[in-house]
């Protein structure tokens, strides 16, 4: 007899077969589908009639088995495949693709979702989003560029925008320094007119001969005649003006100074001032880079002193390249007023006596302070000593005309070589700067003289050479590409060549990610059965590596997809036989009631 059951069961067919019919076309729409991960329908029996639970075996019968008739097919459920898609190079740096268990980490509208699609982009605020608008989180970086890891930001790629300069902290040197050379002696002397003290009657002034002290504001320097004399009276300033000095042919740059107490010390531009001609030769003494100091054993030369006769005396540094060349005209004397008597129009005029010797070499080299100030440094290296199987000794002398401070010379010490030209120590291997341009001051760079293959030698040669071949200062530079690496780290090129990080994406895994609830756009969000992100970084605790500039694909298999259509075809076709046949089966029950 013709069952109704029957047709209810074969319903039942078409229903589950026409859902798989939907995922199976959700799978093929979505073949090219950035990171899409396909979809399948799971099939289960509905309940059973039972016409008997079955009979257990005894000793007169094998026992039978249940009698059940099954109701139809119901959907159990759908099970996601989330297998790696193919990876495709797009050379598109926001792009990524995850070779691995991860997700990138997105919020939408303060909601959180996460995705394996790496198709990226910077918005007009610069920050990183998905195509949908969803922002991307990540780890920022501190001040120093440091992956502060553990609190999820937004993350921003501010090209064209983000500046940076970086102080100068080493510095390396290479070069041979020829220890056949001449062993320094002297450098070169200067020597000054001879000038006398002045007494006489009352009111005028007696100046001692160690401190020719500036008593009153008033100044005499008689040239020997009795009648010519610098005189600075009633209040009148005189100011020494110190230009075009050269130094081995490097010109050492304007300086003035002042003849006048701190509280007269009101006149623009005056670098320095003093009541006494000691204060006038120390003011010397450091616009000069002279350095008369003793490290090591050595005495390294330089200096100012007045003879008996009231001559100045100027003892340049050791080494041909650090030979003093001082014109008529580079020590000039102006006044804030008019100077009282006649007063002399060139009372520093100095006389060269004698020239710096010994084997020396110079170079100049860039370092910038902590706002990308570019500052000119130079190196002096001077022979001073050679003993037999003992190698040799060396001056450094470290200048600067752009020390803020009046002290051109920043750093001294000594460099020692074996025998065999290697280099064995150096003292003080470092020099510092003032900054008063609201760079970090002092600027402290170390010199390394001895580094893997960079190194000084102590080689006998026609010459010495020097020359600085890294430093890793930096001036002010602009962010102008990015990239993203293995372990989501961003990296940022700036246009002074360094490269720093700027942030780092953030993976998240799940114990179940079948368990994730599909929120649309390539969304995800966690769902009861998907268990709590585990939050880290790429490559660890198996999320997998991020591969920058590349998508992964769809893992829709479309031959799989179309054997799929074809049996869910098949299904759907029978399962409305079966209702044809139980309804011709109800039109020959009905012909027998006629």
């Known amino acids: 007899m013709a069952s109704t059951v029957a047709m209810f069961t074969g319903l039942s067919g078409l229903a589950a077969n026409a859902r798989n019919l939907d995922v199976i076309g959700n799978n093929i729409a ?24 079955g009979t257990a075996p005894s000793d007169n019968t094998g026992g039978t088995n249940p009698g059940q008739i099954g109701l139809g097919v119901s959907i159990a459920g759908t099970q996601r495949n989330f297998t790696n898609g193919s990876i495709s190079a797009t050379g598109v ?10 997700f ?9 979702f996460y995705t394996r699609a790496g198709a990226l982009q910077r918005n007009q605020a610069n920050d990183l989003v998905t195509i949908s608008g969803a922002k991307v989180m990540g780890f920022a970086v501190d001040e120093q560029f440091k992956i502060i890891a553990g609190n999820l930001v937004e993350l921003n790629i501010p090209v064209g925008t983000l500046t940076l300069a970086e102080a100068t902290r080493s ?11 001449v062993v320094a002696a002297t450098g070169s002397i200067h020597e000054a007119r001879a000038m006398y003290t002045v007494s006489g009657t009352p009111g005028s002034f007696m100046v001692g001969t160690e401190d020719l002290t500036v008593v009153g504001n008033d100044l005499f320097i008689d040239d020997g005649s009795g009648g010519e004399f610098l005189a600075i009276e009633g209040g009148e300033q005189a100011i020494v003006t110190v230009s075009g000095i050269e130094k081995g042919g490097k010109d050492l740059g304007s300086h003035t100074f002042g003849f006048m107490t701190s509280g007269e010390a009101s006149v623009a531009g005056v670098d320095a001032f003093g009541t006494t001609m000691n204060d006038y030769l120390a003011f010397l003494d450091k616009v000069l880079g002279l350095d008369g100091s003793t490290i090591g ?43 009282a008597g006649s007063p002399i ?31 000119t440094v130079d190196l002096t290296f001077v022979l001073q000593s050679t003993t037999p199987n003992a190698g040799s000794t060396w001056e450094f002398v470290a200048e600067s005309s752009d020390n803020d401070a009046l002290d051109r010379v920043v750093g001294l010490g000594v460099v020692e070589f074996d025998a065999n030209g290697r280099f064995i120590s150096a003292t003080n291997q470092s020099f510092s700067m003032v900054r008063t341009n609201g760079a970090a001051s002092p600027l402290t760079v170390s010199m390394s ?23 890793d200062g930096s001036p002010i530079g602009t962010l102008s590409g990015f990239s993203i690496g293995e372990d989501g780290i961003i990296s940022g090129s700036f246009t002074n060549g360094l490269t720093r990080n700027i942030g780092q994406l953030a993976l998240a895994k799940f114990s179940n990610p079948e368990g994730l609830v599909d929120a649309g756009s390539n969304l995800f969000r966690a769902g009861p059965n998907s268990g709590t992100a585990l939050i880290t970084s790429p490559l660890e605790f198996g999320t ?21 259509l074809i049996l869910a075809s098949t299904g759907y076709s029978a399962a409305s036989r079966i209702i044809t046949t139980t309804n011709d089966l109800f039109a020959q029950l009905l012909v027998l009631g006629r």
Do not use: C, H, W
Not at 171 to 181: A, H, R, Y
């Open 30 to 53: 979505n073949v090219n589908t950035i990171a899409f991960k396909s979809n399948r329908m799971i099939f289960a029996p509905t309940f059973s009639r039972n016409f008997s639970l």
């Open 93 to 102: 740096p926001t792009d990524v693709a995850i070779e691995g268990d991860g």
């Open 104 to 112: 990138l980490i997105v919020e939408k509208a303060g909601e959180r």
């Open 171 to 181: 510095v390396s040197f290479n070069g041979n320094v020829n220890p056949s050379g």
């Open 297 to 339: 054993g050595e005495t390294l030369g330089g200096g100012i002193t007045i003879n008996a006769a009231g001559q100045i005396i100027i003892t340049g540094n050791e080494g041909t390249v650090q030979d003093l060349d001082i014109d008529n005209a580079d020590m000039s004397v102006t006044y804030a007023g008019t100077p």
């Open 345 to 375: 129009d060139q009372p520093f005029i100095m006389t060269k006596s004698g020239s710096a010797d010994g084997e020396s070499v110079r170079t100049s080299f860039i370092v910038y302070d902590s706002l990308g100030t570019g500052l």
């Open 449 to 471: 003289f001895d580094d893997g293959t960079d190194a000084i030698t102590a080689l006998t040669d026609n010459t010495s050479v020097l020359a600085a071949v890294f430093q």
């Open 544 to 564: 997998g590596r991020l591969i920058g500039g590349a998508l992964e694909l769809s893992n829709v298999d479309l031959s799989q997809e179309f054997i799929n």
